[in-house]
């Protein structure tokens, strides 16, 4: 089930595939299509789109999160494993998982440790 979380390109939430949705997007196989196409053709990527190239992975993130999205790119960063955890601070996720601050608050990452109890990211 795709979770709603802060986009931070799109700058407002938006349904994130998890890796099992993913793949049945599939909107790497979207890439290869569209770049074959071009080589192909030598029409531009708007052109690309005007021709309907991307619809497929377009159905399936309708089909899997209830959102119609318009651009097959944007599904690109519309998966939970990029981002990191939510801020401790603002509740906004961390822009990767690695991230040690949040870039909407500027707060310092705190971690959970096995307690239950905050670490900062300089204890982790």
């Given at each position: 089930m795709p979770?709603?979380?802060?986009?931070?390109?799109?700058?407002?939430?938006?349904?994130?595939?998890?890796?099992?949705?993913?793949?049945?997007?599939?909107?790497?196989?979207?890439?290869?299509?569209?770049?074959?196409?071009?080589?192909?053709?030598?029409?531009?990527?708007?052109?690309?789109?005007?021709?309907?190239?991307?619809?497929?992975?377009?159905?399936?993130?309708?089909?899997?999160?209830?959102?119609?999205?318009?651009?097959?790119?944007?599904?690109?960063?519309?998966?939970?494993?990029?981002?990191?955890?939510?801020?401790?601070?603002?509740?906004?996720?961390?822009?990767?998982?690695?991230?040690?601050?949040?870039?909407?608050?500027?707060?310092?990452?705190?971690d959970e440790?096995?307690?239950?109890?905050?670490?900062?990211?300089?204890d982790a």
């Amino acid at each position: 089930m795709p979770r709603t979380l802060y986009c931070w390109r799109c700058k407002t939430d938006m349904p994130m595939l998890t890796e099992e949705e993913w793949q049945l997007a599939h909107p790497m196989g979207y890439i290869a299509q569209a770049q074959k196409y071009r080589e192909e053709t030598g029409c531009s990527l708007a052109e690309s789109h005007q021709r309907g190239l991307g619809y497929l992975t377009l159905e399936a993130y309708e089909s899997i999160t209830g959102f119609k999205e318009t651009n097959p790119n944007a599904i690109l960063h519309h998966r939970l494993s990029l981002y990191g955890p939510p801020c401790h601070a603002c509740g906004k996720p961390l822009r990767t998982p690695a991230a040690r601050s949040c870039a909407g608050c500027g707060a310092e990452r705190v971690d959970e440790g096995l307690d239950g109890l905050p670490l900062s990211s300089s204890d982790a």
